[in-house]
């Protein structure tokens, strides 16, 4: 099948849904979200960079002043609202899916996607940047990983599709989502696409 017909079958089985990108700090929501974006013409939005606009800070100064509960209390406002505006691709912020509002959010109006990346491969990408991340600041970064995604990873696990990321290009990742997208919503829907 070309590939444009494809991902023209694609966004028409999707209809009305969003796609949502949920996994640790470091996974690639944001990178791999843009080039799905991207390619299917939609939206993207970073629910962490949308957080700073509407608070007006970054996340480590709402972090700073008010504390992370009140952090997740603007997530979940701001993650609905994204939601709701129709389809597009958003990236959550790590802990957002921990919070059962957020994932009946999630559940009602998108499809979830569950990037996954081996704990050492998370380290060198959050190193990459470091100061950006607030969960990270006092300690071994490994160590913190490795417990938030012990903690985590059973909530991650609730998604609708989990594509394994490597140090492979962002198309590659792109095209295992988009695959794993069509698997999912064949199955779903009772049919299967053509093979290109």
């Known amino acids: 099948m070309p590939r444009k017909k494809k991902i023209a079958g694609l966004i028409e089985r999707l209809g009305t849904k969003s796609l949502v990108f949920v996994g640790m700090m470091g996974c690639g929501k944001s990178a ?10 939609w939206n993207f939005y970073d629910s962490d960079a949308e957080i700073a606009e509407a608070a007006g800070m970054s996340i480590p100064e709402i972090f700073e002043n008010f504390g992370e509960a009140e952090f997740r209390r603007v997530e979940n406002r701001v993650i609905e609202r994204l939601l709701k505006d129709g389809s597009s691709v958003i990236a959550l912020g790590g802990g957002a899916f921990m919070s059962p509002k957020t994932r009946k959010a999630v559940k009602r109006r998108a499809v979830s996607i569950w990037l996954t ?10 190193n990459r940047r470091p100061g950006k991340r607030p969960l990270l600041a006092n300690g071994d970064p490994k160590t913190i990983l490795a417990e938030l995604s012990a903690e985590r990873d059973p909530v991650y696990a609730l998604t609708d599709v989990h594509v394994s990321t490597t140090d ?29």
């Open 32 to 41: 791999i979200g843009k080039t799905v974006a991207t390619k299917l013409d």
């Open 117 to 126: 990346a081996d704990i050492d491969l998370l380290v060198r990408r959050v």
């Open 168 to 196: 492979g290009t962002k198309v590659q990742t792109r095209d295992n989502v988009i695959n794993a997208l069509e698997s999912y919503l064949s199955d779903r829907n009772g049919k299967q696409d053509a093979t290109e």
